[in-house]
T-cell receptor
Framework: DSGVTQTPKHLITATGQRVTLRCSPR?????VYWYQQSLDQGLQFLIQ???????AKGNILERFSAQQFPDLHSELNLSSLELGDSALYFC?????????????FGNGTRLTVT | AQKVTQAQTEISVVEKEDVTLDCVYE???????LFWYKQPPSGELVFLIR??????QNEISGRYSWNFQKSTSSFNFTITASQVVDSAVYFC??????????FGPGTSLSVIP
């Protein structure tokens, strides 16, 4: 058990809808990362937060947004959903948010857009 | 630009065979960090090892060993005497001063009993 909690485990929704994925980092970790894993694009970095502030941004669509709250949990909001957004979304946390810090992953949220 | 290449998409071996998973990286940073992660069929990603760019010593942990060669920008992972429980997707990853960790496409390893 990595100590990172993601909810929900599964989400099925229709195109055009909006969903929120939630992540609680491992105790003591200040940084949260979001990754999208799809069959054709592998594990894609979306965004990173450190202690409530955005630290780095990857290939995150404008329809997607995220934030990290004062209690360090994070939410990833996906709106105007398209079929192509169907994927496994992982949250990871690290102690320092620096490049040398191993990532600890949650079990992921499997999003299916129909 | 940072990039991680894992040329082997899928590998299949018979139990007890040795297998090497290749990883080639690209970065202009002189300080960087390389990682291997394992994703078993259950889905969660598990951290295996980290190596710093200034430490080229190879590492062995039980049946696992890692060969880091800066001259060829490679960080290969060998499993000795493979077991069915080693069946998983293995990801090589690169962390640089750009503050994000990027992953290779992964190698799916199947160990057949």
């Amino acid at each position: 058990d990595s100590g990172v909690t993601q909810t929900p485990k599964h989400l099925i929704t229709a195109t055009g809808q909006r969903v929120t994925l939630r992540c609680s980092p491992r105790s003591g970790d200040l940084s949260v990362y979001w990754y999208q894993q799809s069959l054709d694009q592998g594990l894609q970095f979306l965004i990173q937060y450190y202690n409530g502030e955005e630290r780095a941004k990857g290939n995150i669509l404008e329809r997607f947004s995220a934030q990290q709250f004062p209690d360090l949990h994070s939410e990833l909001n996906l709106s105007s959903l398209e079929l192509g957004d169907s994927a496994l979304y992982f949250c990871a946390s690290s102690a320092t948010g620096t490049p040398n810090s191993p990532l600890h992953f949650g079990n992921g949220t499997r999003l299916t857009v129909t | 630009a940072q990039k991680v290449t894992q040329a082997q998409t899928e590998i299949s071996v018979v139990e007890k065979e040795d297998v090497t998973l290749d990883c080639v990286y690209e970065t202009r940073d002189t300080t960087y960090y390389l990682f291997w992660y394992k994703q078993p069929p259950s889905g969660e990603l598990v951290f295996l090892i980290r190596r710093n760019s200034f430490d080229e010593q190879n590492e062995i942990s039980g049946r696992y060993s890692w060969n880091f060669q800066k001259s060829t920008s490679s960080f290969n992972f060998t499993i000795t005497a493979s077991q069915v429980v080693d069946s998983a997707v293995y990801f090589c990853a690169l962390g640089t001063s750009y503050d994000k960790v990027i992953f290779g496409p992964g190698t799916s390893l199947s160990v057949i009993p």
